[in-house]
């Protein structure tokens, strides 16, 4: 039996349960090759019924500067296969899966650049929570992950200011579980791309002490005394230029 033939069977979607519509998915994303279960669903033609957002990201043309596979469709699949191999999280592994659904709605007539396709994401990303029942926690780190992976891959040429806004965007203070799984969907997008699988991504450990930097900042002044938010902005902001000073000469 081929891996094909073995990969699980999804039931037709219904519109009084989507919390069995989940179930039936993310039973296919948990398996050992994941890309495989979505491939499969394209070539029968149920992704187009189960999940139309992403089967309109077969087609899409990418810069081939930065995507040397060029199809969108085709990237979304290798993100999902790297993101497998990094974690055996569900979350990530959808997260990996929608990411890049905006570039199925920018203008065509500017492909295959694609403004603002982070924002554009997050619209259907919503409409398959509604339709599927994805969990909160599952979409909103794929909410996440679509508004904010470029900014993890600019990570190393970012202002520390601008770090400091992202862990506040992303809620990574208040529950660095939730960072970590970003950071895994924005190392399997970078690494998801035909060529570049095996690249370093030295952003991720970068963005990991960023967040650790900024825990250890102290919020009280040497009487105990809660400072502003502002000081306590500032603090982080410049204890992050330090510690992004001294990576970057390390990676010099």
């Known amino acids: 039996m081929s891996n094909l033939e073995a990969l699980p069977e ?12 989940w179930e039936s998915f993310a039973h296919g994303l948990r398996g050992d090759h994941p890309e495989e279960f979505i491939q499969k669903l394209y070539d029968t033609g149920e992704l187009k019924t189960l999940l139309p957002e992403v089967e309109a990201l077969f087609g899409v043309p ?6 040397p596979e060029i199809d969108t469709g085709i990237h979304t699949l290798m993100t999902l296969k790297r993101a497998a191999e990094l974690s055996d999280d569900l979350a ?3 997260a990996a899966l929608v990411h890049d659904l905006g570039k199925a709605l920018t203008d065509q007539a500017h492909w295959p650049k694609h403004h603002n396709h982070e924002e554009l994401g997050v619209a259907p ?4 929570k509604e339709r599927l029942g994805v ?12 508004r904010y992976h470029l900014h993890a891959h600019r990570a190393l040429e970012s202002k520390p200011g601008t770090l400091v806004k992202l862990l506040e965007r992303t809620n990574a203070l208040g529950n660095p579980g939730v960072f970590e799984q970003f ?9 998801g791309r035909l060529g570049l699988e095996d690249r370093p991504y030295p952003q991720a450990e970068l963005l990991r002490t960023v967040l650790q930097t900024v825990k250890d ?6 009487d105990g005394q809660e400072l502003s938010n502002d000081m306590i902005k500032q603090r982080r902001v410049e204890a992050v230029k330090i510690v992004k000073n001294d990576m970057n000469v390390a990676l010099d």
Request: proline residues 8%; negative net charge.
């Open 10 to 21: 999804i039931e037709p979607v219904s519109t009084t349960n989507p919390e069995h519509n």
């Open 62 to 67: 990418q810069t081939p500067e930065y995507h």
């Open 92 to 94: 990530v592994r959808y």
């Open 125 to 128: 990303i919503q409409a398959i």
């Open 135 to 146: 969990p909160e926690h599952i979409s909103e780190l794929a909410e996440h992950v679509a």
């Open 183 to 191: 950071i895994l969907a924005a190392q399997a997008d970078a690494q």
């Open 217 to 222: 900042v102290e919020t009280q002044d040497s």
